[in-house]
């Protein structure tokens, strides 16, 4: 585990290997210790790999007081590349939260992203389509049940976080285990402050009276055309995969999508080889 300061945070971060930079996000409910699979393959193929763990994740800064937007979260991760890219260009993966955070970097910062995979989660434009849609809402239930106040806390924590363990069953295919790294996932929300912070990432989602107002030109940067050549992955069984697979009028460069056979939500976890050697053939072109 190391540490860096950016933003006035304290960012800790998973590390292996040498060579290009790949910046790996996580998602909810989730930590950077889910790309297990990933970074010693990657490092294996000559790349220096760091998976940050994000605002609000411990050993990472709860960033109390402050903002969770995805304006904030992008500027986040842009001042990460820029600490840790040297001038140069990084490749940029993320999943769930990652590739909201990941769609927002591209927009917005395009010169410092040479490529990208993006998983799980569509472009925001689909999403917005989707929020009117009675498939997508029951698909994403969480996002609404996590705006009331004081409840979601009270739920996630009871019962050794069972909620935990219903979001990662319902997300994926039948029959997956993942108990170390549900261990992993649960040490992580249970300490002071986390719930709330994590939660605060979908509230600032639908309140605008919880977004950073200081940021408002990168949000009309985010708004943006993607020109960084992109990869989207989603599992095979996820619902999402619908929405990720008309998405390509939101990139004016390369772009493809592919679907994870046997997959859900979690594909870099539930088909971990598929979805490495995949990052390995897009980063190779």
Known sequence: ?????????NFAYLEQGEGPLIMLL????????????????????????????????PPTDLG?????????????????IQAFGAGKPCHLVGQDWGAIIGYGVLAAYPELIARAVLMAVPHPGQVTQSLVDAKHIQRSFHWWFF?????????????NLAFIDYLWNYWTTEGYQDDAHMRSVKETLTQPGVLAATLGYYRAMFDAA??????????????????????ALCGGDDLRAELMQAQAQYFDNEYDFKLIANAGHFLHREQPQAVTQELLDWFKR
């Open 64 to 80: 109390e007081g402050g903002f969770y937007d995805k304006a904030t979260l992008v500027a986040d991760i842009a001042a990460l």
């Open 210 to 231: 919880k977004a950073d107002p200081g940021l408002a030109d990168l949000r009309a940067l985010m708004a943006r055309q993607i020109k960084v050549p992109t990869l």
């Open 26 to 57: 996580h998602g909810f409910p989730d930590n950077a210790q889910t790309w297990s699979h990933q970074m010693p393959a990657l490092a294996a193929q000559g790349y220096r790999v760091i998976a940050p763990f994000l605002r609000g994740y």
């Open 147 to 159: 705006q009331m106040p004081d409840l979601p806390e009270k739920a996630l924590a009871a019962n």
């Open 1 to 9: 585990m190391k540490h860096i300061q950016v933003r006035g945070l």
